[in-house]
Each structure stands twice: as C-alpha cells, then as structure tokens.
C-alpha cells in the first residue's frame, strides 16, 4: 500500500517545487474517474482485495446452484451419521466415540467430491458446505448494513449539513443519542430477544436480516456526522454559492453539486462499515445471539469449532475463521485502497 | 574586497518522485556579500525556494538530495558539515522566515518560550537573560506590550504579528543571512509593505545581510540591491536592480518586467503576461528552456543550453545566446508579437 | 467552559434516558414476563409475589419503567465518613482554578488532572454509596453488590490490556512516523490491518488454544490457565506465588484485547505523528538548529500526543462494555461475563444497571476527553 501513498509525501516535505502547476504545458483533459482508477490500480493490495471479494460474491450467489449441480451439499444434511454406525459412510474412529467430526479429505461414501475437502463438524455436516453458507449470512449483513448505513447517514447528514439552525440542531441531536447507544450490549439485547419477538415476519426473526437491520440502525451516526460536516464546508464553497446566485433549486444543489462532492467520504465510510458489520454478526453469533441456527454462520460456526478444537479437531474453526479473516482483510484494503485513490491528500482520519 | 559571505558553486538539488527526477534546481551560482540585500525572483516551481532550502540543509533525504555543488558560508562548506555543527549554523548564523505565518508556529507552546528557544540554542546566556533578549527582540518588531504578549499562544496572534514574531526569532540571534522565502504573501497588502520595511531596518541595523526570495518583481524593487531571475531551476539573468529594470537582457525578465503595472509608465498600455507555463522540471525541454515560451527563438536554442554570461550593463549577467543581438529595453513586452496572451503563464 | 462541560453533561443525560427506555422497552418485547423461568420452580413463588408488586409488574410497561427509574437512582444507603478530606480537596480544586490564569497550559492540565484523580480516591474511601437497582431475578442477589462485585476484576483486565496497547502502540506508532516507508514501516502497516481485520474472539480462541492448551498438550509445562482469574488455592500461597498466578491467567485475555487496540493507536499515533511531522512549524523548529531529538520530543510529540490522549479517554469508556466477547472466551468473572449470563437468562435487573452502568462510563468519559483536549491544545475554546 506504500505506492499509493506515495504522491501524498511528495507534496508535503517540498511544496515549493510545485509539481502540480508545471504539468500544465500538456493539458488533457483527465476526469476524476480516470485519475481514480489510476490511482487504486497502483494500490496492489486493494486490487487483490477487490478480486478476492469478486470471488467471494460469485461463490456465494452460486451456492445453491453448485448444490443442486452436486458440487456442494446442504448446510444442515448429515454426511456422517450420529451415532457413527451406519449410513451412508464409514465413522471415523476418533479416540472420543461420540464425535463425528472427519478432518479435511476423509471421505464418507455416497456425497459429493467437494463434500469433505474441509472435513466436517461434530454433527457430521460438511465444513465446506457450511462455509460458503457461512458466507452467504456474512455478507448479506454486511451489504445491507452498508446499504442502510449508506442511505440513512448521506440522507440525514446532508439535510442537517444543508438547513443550518432547527433542523441541523435537532438532527445532530438525534445522530448524538444514536451514537451514544453502545454498540455491542445493545445489540446483544436485541439478538436475544430478536426470534422471541412474535410480532416480526420470520424473514427478519431468523435470517441474517433481522441482525442487518438492527446494526444498520444503529450504526449511521457517524456517517451522518461526516457527510453533515462535508456539506458545512461545501456550502461556503464558491461553486455551490454560484449554483445558488443562479437560482437553482435546493434539490439541484444538493443531488448536482453537493452530494457529488460528499462522494469520497460516503464511499469510504461505507466500505469500512461493511467490514465493521461483518465482524459484528459474527461476534454475535460467536456469542449465540445473532442468527439462530441452523443456518451457518462464520461466528457461530468459529464457537463450535473452537469447543471441537479443544479435543484437537481444528478444521472447522480454522476455515471458518481464516474465511472470516480473509473477508474483512480484503474488504478493510479495499476501503484504504478507495480512500487513497479518492483523496491522496487526506493522511489523517480523525473522530 | 572582503570575503563573500556566501558562495553557491554549482548547485543542484534533485527529488524523486513516482513520475521521474525533479531537477528542482540545476546547477546554479552565485555569491552574495556580507550586508547585500539580494532578491531571488521566479514563478512558483522555479527552483527558488528549494535553493534557500538547500543553503539552510533543510532538503530532507530520501525524497530530496543535492546531488553536486558547494555551498560556502563564510569559506566553509556547508555541504561537508556533520548534523551538529549544521545545527549551529541554522538559526544562529543563518535564519529563515517562512512563507506562512498562521502555520510556522507551534500552536502547544507561548511565543516567549518559542523565542527563548532560540536564544538559549544559540548564545551562552541563562533564562533570565535570554527572557530580555526576547522581549527586547519582541519590541524591536514593534509589538507593544512584549512581556505581557510573550506568555500568550500563536493562535491569540494575528498573521502580521506572526510574522513579525517569526522575524524577531530569526533575528534575535543577530544571524550574518536572513533568509525570507515569500515572507509577505500570506498577508495583506497593508500589512505587506511595514512587515517588509521593517525586516529590512532591522536587518541594515545589525549587518544582517538578506536573501529575498519572492515571486514579486516590485517588492524586488523596493527592497534590494541585486536580484537573480530564476527560470526552470537555472537562473536565467542576474543584475543590480536597474540593470534588470531599465536594461533586461534576457526575455523572460523581459516578459516578467511586461507584465507589471508600473506607476512610472507614462503611456498607458495593456498589460503583457508571458505565454505558456513553465515545463515540467522532470521533462526539460533541450537547449534553452525558455524556448517554448518565448518569442525570439532560433534554431541554436534548441539545441544548446546557454550559459550565464556577462552582458549588457558591467556585473550584469543573463542566459540568453541571442542576448547582444536583442534590443529589449526599447521593445515594449506585449506589442511586439501577435499572438493572444495567455494569463496564467505570468507570475503565479 | 463550566457552561459547556454542563450542557454536555445535559445531553448524556437525555442520551441515558433513552438508552434506558430503549433497552427497557426491548426486554418487553421478548416472549413471556419477566418471571416465567422463576415459575418454573415451585418454592419461588413468594419471591415472584414480591417482586411483582416491588416492580410493579401487573401495572402497565410506561409505569414499570418509572417505577424502575425511580428505584434506580435513589441512593438507598449514604453516609460519608469524613467530610474534612473532601472540602480540603475541593478548597485546592478551586484554589487552582483561581491561579490557573497564571500558568501555562500544560502545567494546569496536569494539575487539574492530579487534584481531580485525588479527589476522586479521597471521595470513594470516604465514602458508602449504594443504589436500589433491584434483586436479580436469577436469584443473585443485590444487583449493585453483584456488579461492584465484577467491576475490579474487568478493571484488571482492561487497564492490563490498556497499558500493554499503549507501551507499544505508541512507540510503534512514532518510530512508523519517523521512518516512514522503510521495511518496518511497511510491516507494523500490514501487521496493524490484520489484527485490525480479525475479529477479538478469533484472537482468544486462537491463544487459549494454542498456548493455554495445545502448548501443555505438547511440552507438558503449564504456562497459562485457559480460564479463570484466580486458581482455587490462591488465599494460601506466597507473594511471588500469588503473582505468578496472577499473570499466568492475566496474559492471556489482556493479550487478546491489547493486540487489537494496540493495532488501533500504532495506526492512529503513527497518521497524527505525520501529519505533524510535515507541519511548518517542525520546519520552523529545524531552522532554528534544534537537535533531531528535541525536534521529535518536544516540538513533534506534544502535538502528536493530543488526539490520542482523547483516543484513550474513549477507549476506557468502552473498557466495562468492550471485555464482553474476551471475558466469556476466558471465563473471565467480570462484568461483561455477568451481562452475558444475565442475557441468556433474560435478568432485567442485571441487564438494566450493566447497560447503564456503560452508558453513564461513556458519558462521562466523553466529558473528560473533551476537557483534556482543551487542555492539551491551546487552541480549544469552549463555547
């Protein structure tokens, strides 16, 4: 990541060179979009991120088409039976009888090749299997997280950012109460209580959208603060006081020449709530307050695992946390990627 | 003639960067008596700042290096001193003021205990005397109040009195060179000429001789003896100052000297800015490299880069190979060519 | 700066308020009252007559939750044992402000923060102090002795992992700064954004594993407990002996925290190190011929130091409500292992103070982050 940077220290140390005003003998026209992808081509890490996450998607959209083609099996089907008598396959003989977790390559009879690759867990379900599923649940709150953090914080923080007096006051009231709720003790409450809830369609009670929902309510506030912020400074802004002495209309102001502007830091904040939304879920589940099981979750499945890998059966918490890892890595290079390339001269990120 | 108080020997200060080699400065001399008042003129980028920079061994490797050239401050290389004996030279024989005012101070710490800093650095005294001396210093640069104004922060300052501290820091160790890089640009205009007026009293009183570095060919004027053009990291023609006003010899001074508004002009006429910009330091065009922008180009500039060489008035020099056959003080910058003048090539 | 430090004290309040009804308001929403896992067991029934009309349980939700915030903030003991200590602490609080005027501004930080922390020690020694917030449903006990009764042991944990994140965050931090781009530079970066990137229970997991278990597993030597504070035989043994069990299950959990936090204030100190480092007035300080070192300690640091400082303000406020995940890997017996359990059981009383008792940490800390900024940069006005 150091070569995106690196224009960022040029500037500084050695302003009186001006590189920026000799360039100008060969004007082309350059837009902000080429100069981005310029920029984030250079960061190497957030472009393997990117591809990483590209990948990840595919697999997790393609999950029950790979099942039905064969390749993968269901996250809840057995592959190895209870007791480790019968069935389909031969049990393994593990020195504790009562367990059925097969390390990664045994192979039970009767499943699919891929079936095992991961090995399985103490139910006999298919690590593997239960880790593209896994992901499936991470990256849906992670995304609808995002989506409502995104749309909550621009919406709100631009309306305070652009009509200064009562309705700034009040709604920067409002992010401040929202900000002040501690994250994870509240959201620990409502994980409990989320499938109790018999008022709520079973949509939200039991997948992960009910737990997307929760953290993407609670968690716009900063960026509303930050997009508000944008706008104060936008406002006094030449091209924005332009916009306004030749009569265009609030909306215009705010959709054409404000919001554009704010884009940078939205896109930014927006990334890293995705990674801090992920982490989230998966701690709740990890706690078993998140989404309910059966559907697999990376955190749900890193507790079981850690318990199996006190008797030494590693696997299952060793692939769902290094996907787990992997996943909010890349999505964290990605957001400092996006940062660098959206605003080379911002080296400090404060509050 | 005495010694000089300061030779630059073929400087050349070079920063890499990701898109190649900035020849900030390239290979520039000059020498300037103790006492002289000598004004370095040139666009932003010009390489003026980086050569102060360079004198003060404030270029900071890895990004900046300066590759050949002696700097001889009083017959020592400056270029051959270790860290501890550059730090003595630094703000006790060479000081510098800085271009902005708001930001050249530490916001934690009071103006007095930032002066007093200074002092006790650089002169063998103890903080009860190192106190008078700033607040003598504080009332040299005409702050009233200066014991009282010397426990307050930056921040309770205005720019003029920032500057103005910065100037009394700068001078309170009575340094032989004072070098002031764009000191007035930040402020405005009222304020510009009695923080200029009052830096260089304070200067002639102590014998401080004064490196001007300043995009602004009138505040050359009012204020120094002897000025250096610099164009592209070079500079492009050096003189007393009457010598470059009424007698340029090389048409970037020339161009430069158009585009001012003068009040001794009697004839009233547009105003002319030098077409273009300046290139890229990092791609010099071959041969002049004023060429591209000037107006009297021949083949020979772009083959040949010209060297300073004595022209014009005696002690006048310039980098110009058609110099002799140009008759540029009685042409008038802007008549002379057809073409539309473009704004943003003129002083920055 | 009375005026602001009150109005921010004004909207903790109303922040307070809200979280308590919010919270409240949700434990409703779960199936079932409160007391359907104590009717389970016959031999509860006075004590569910009891509570019931203590709480007020058959009346409505809006008049549960008064009658909850009546009981939770009226002292039901207080006594102060020596009142002289305290006014003597107070005659010097107020003796410094008066004086303040005459002193630079760090020298009355630091004074204002001795006097204060004073204060605070002399207050609580001095002091019995205890609220009604109920009896555990769970059959606990006295909510405000059980959760005092965790405080200390949280407390252990988060300032051990604390003072480990700081000792080397920021250092780590500086030296990425000044050497900026080199080799370890690049590596301090690239190991911050992993530790960054995984999250808390994946780190205790993965060291109680490795070195609680598999490492005795391997060389039969016991390094670290997997779980507990204290072993069982801990009253009985010597100094040296007592710390050494101390430490041997102390390690493990401060270590998980630090990695994280630690990774925090060596990316925050190493940006805010930057971007003083490239400010004029370090340039100013190197033309007047300072030494590098002094440049770095005392013209760089100062101002590096002051966004972390409040960083670490922060970081303390979350400490009771950010061990939650660490205390339950660990078997931790501190605050966040107790809300976990009073979770799981759905204790409303134990549930209530916790999330107050977090809420209120933030508040305050807030406050004492805003007023150490003030402190620490001359430039802060308060308005």
Request: with cysteine; glycine share 10%; proline share 5%.
């Amino acid at each position: 990541m150091s070569k995106g940077k690196f224009i960022t220290d040029a500037e500084e140390p050695s302003e009186s060179i001006a590189l920026g005003e000799s360039e100008g003998i060969a004007v082309e026209p350059i837009t902000q979009w080429d100069l981005f992808w310029t920029r984030l081509r250079r960061h190497r890490l957030a472009m393997i991120a990117s591809g990483v996450l590209v990948l990840l998607v595919l697999v997790v959209l393609a999950a029950p088409m790979m099942q039905s083609a064969g390749w993968i099996d269901s996250p809840v089907e057995r592959l190895v039976d209870d007791g480790g008598r019968t069935l389909r396959n031969i049990a393994p003989r593990l020195n504790d009888g009562t367990i059925n977790s097969l390390p990664p390559g045994g192979e039970p009879v009767d499943a699919s090749a891929t079936a095992l690759l991961f090995g399985s867990d103490d139910l006999g379900r298919g690590v593997f299997t239960r880790v593209i599923y896994g992901g499936r649940a991470s990256l849906t709150v992670g995304f609808v997280t995002g989506f409502i953090v995104a749309l909550l914080g621009t919406i709100i923080g631009s309306i305070a950012g652009y009509y200064p007096g009562a309705v700034d006051q009040s709604l920067m009231r409002f992010t401040d109460l929202v900000l002040g709720l501690p994250l994870l003790p509240v959201a620990i409450v409502v994980g409990r209580i989320l499938p109790e809830m018999s008022f709520l369609p079973s949509w939200i009670k039991q997948g992960p959208m009910g737990i997307a929902l929760l953290l993407g309510f609670l968690s716009w506030g900063g960026l509303a603060r930050i997009v508000r912020a944008e706008f104060l400074s936008l406002r006094e802004k030449e091209f924005v006081e332009a916009a306004r002495a030749a009569g265009a209309s609030d909306r215009r102001i705010i959709f054409r020449h404000a919001l554009p502007n704010a884009m940078s830091p939205i896109i930014v904040q927006t990334t890293l709530t995705v990674g801090i939304a992920i982490v989230i879920e998966a701690a709740l589940s990890f706690l078993g307050f998140g989404v309910p099981p059966p559907t697999p979750t990376w955190g749900a499945m890193a507790a079981e695992g850690g318990r199996l890998a006190v008797r030494g059966f590693w696997w299952e918490l060793f692939f769902s946390a290094s996907a787990l890892v992997i996943t909010v890595l890349s999505i964290n290079f990605l957001g400092d990627g996006l940062r660098d390339a959206l605003d080379p001269t911002q080296t400090i990120e404060r509050k | 003639m005495s010694e000089p108080l300061l030779v630059v020997d073929d400087l050349r200060t070079y920063f890499s960067t990701e898109e190649g080699i900035v020849r900030a400065v390239d290979g520039i001399s000059f020498t300037m008596e103790p006492g002289q008042r000598l004004g370095v003129v040139g666009e932003s980028g010009s390489g003026k700042s980086v050569t102060a920079l360079s004198v003060m061994g404030l270029i900071e490797p890895p990004a900046g290096e300066i590759v050949t050239g002696r700097i001889l401050f009083k017959g020592q290389n400056l270029l051959e001193l270790d860290e501890d004996q550059m730090q003595e030279v630094r703000g006790g024989q060479i000081a510098m003021i800085f271009q902005d005012p708001m930001t050249a101070l530490n916001p934690v710490y009071t103006i007095g205990d930032q002066l007093m800093e200074t002092i006790l650095l650089h002169q063998d005294v103890s903080r009860s005397e190192a106190r008078e001396i700033a607040i003598q210093a504080i009332e040299d640069v005409q702050i009233p109040n200066a014991s009282q104004r010397m426990m307050d922060y930056p921040h309770q300052y205005s720019g003029g009195m920032r500057q103005r501290i910065m100037i009394a820091m700068g001078l309170s160790c009575n340094p032989d060179l004072l070098i002031a890089d764009e000191p007035t640009t930040a402020l405005d205009v009222t304020t510009q000429a009695q923080i200029m007026d009052l830096m260089l009293q304070l200067a002639e009183d102590r014998g401080t001789a004064v490196m001007l570095i300043t995009h602004d060919l009138g505040v050359v004027a009012g204020f120094c003896d002897d000025v250096h053009v610099m164009y592209a990291g070079g500079i492009v023609e050096s003189g007393s100052i009457d010598d470059i006003y009424y007698n340029p010899q090389h048409p970037y001074t020339w161009g430069l000297l158009g585009s001012m508004t003068r009040l001794d002009d009697a004839q009233r006429k547009r105003l002319h800015s030098v077409r273009g910009a300046p290139p890229s330091v990092i791609d010099l065009p071959k041969g002049c490299r004023f060429r591209p922008r000037c107006d009297f180009a021949t083949e020979i500039c772009g083959e040949v880069l010209p060297a300073l060489r004595d022209v014009g008035n005696p002690g006048q020099r310039a980098a110009c190979h058609h110099a002799e056959e140009l008759d540029l003080k009685s042409m008038t910058a802007g008549e002379e060519t057809q073409e539309p003048a473009v704004s943003e090539g003129a002083s920055s | 700066m009375l005026a602001y430090i009150t109005r921010r004290l004004v909207y903790g309040l109303v922040t307070l308020l809200a979280l308590s009804m919010i919270v409240f308001m949700l434990l409703q929403l779960s199936g079932g009252g409160p007391l359907d896992r104590l009717r389970l067991n016959p031999r509860m029934q006075p004590v569910i007559q009891q509570l019931t009309e203590q709480w007020g349980l058959d009346q409505p939700i809006w008049k549960q939750y008064v009658t909850w915030l009546s009981h939770y903030v009226r002292p039901s003991e207080f006594s102060l044992h020596n009142a002289l200590p305290i006014i003597a602490i107070g005659a010097a609080a107020a003796a410094t402000v008066a004086i303040g005027k005459f002193m630079k501004a760090h020298w009355k930080g630091a004074l204002i923060l001795v006097v204060w922390i004073v204060a605070m020690y002399v207050t609580f020694t001095n002091l019995t102090i205890k609220f009604d917030w109920g009896t555990s449903f769970q059959g606990a006990g006295d909510v405000w002795d059980l959760v005092f009764s965790r405080v200390g042991a949280t407390f252990r944990l988060g300032f051990t992992a604390l003072f480990l994140a700081l000792v080397i965050g920021i250092p780590l931090g500086i030296y990425q700064a000044i050497r900026q781009y080199s080799f370890f530079d690049q590596l301090g970066t690239t190991g911050a954004f992993i530790a960054f990137s995984t999250p808390i229970f994946i780190v205790g997991v993965g060291l109680q594993l490795i070195f609680a278990l598999y490492f005795e597993k391997w060389t039969g030597v016991k390094l670290f407990y997997v779980a507990g504070m204290n072993s069982p035989g801990y009253s009985d043994m010597t100094f040296w002996q007592k710390l050494g069990d101390t430490l041997q299950h102390l390690v493990l959990p401060a270590v998980s925290i630090a990695l994280i936090s630690l990774a925090g204030y060596s990316r925050f100190q190493r940006a805010s190190m930057l971007e003083v480092l490239h400010s004029d007035y370090l340039r100013t300080a190197k033309a007047k011929g300072l030494p590098r070192s002094r440049i770095i300690i005392k013209h760089a640091l100062r101002n590096a130091l002051i966004p972390v400082v409040t960083l670490i303000s922060l970081d303390i406020a979350f400490m009771i409500g950010g061990a939650i995940i660490t205390e339950t890997i660990f078997g931790w017996p501190g605050v966040g292992r107790l809300y976990i359990a009073a979770i799981g059981t759905v204790d409303y009383p134990v549930i209530m103070a916790i999330v107050m008792i977090i809420g209120i940490g933030i508040v305050i800390m807030n406050v004492v982050a805003d007023i150490l900024y003030g402190v620490m940069d001359p430039r802060v006005r308060y308005e």
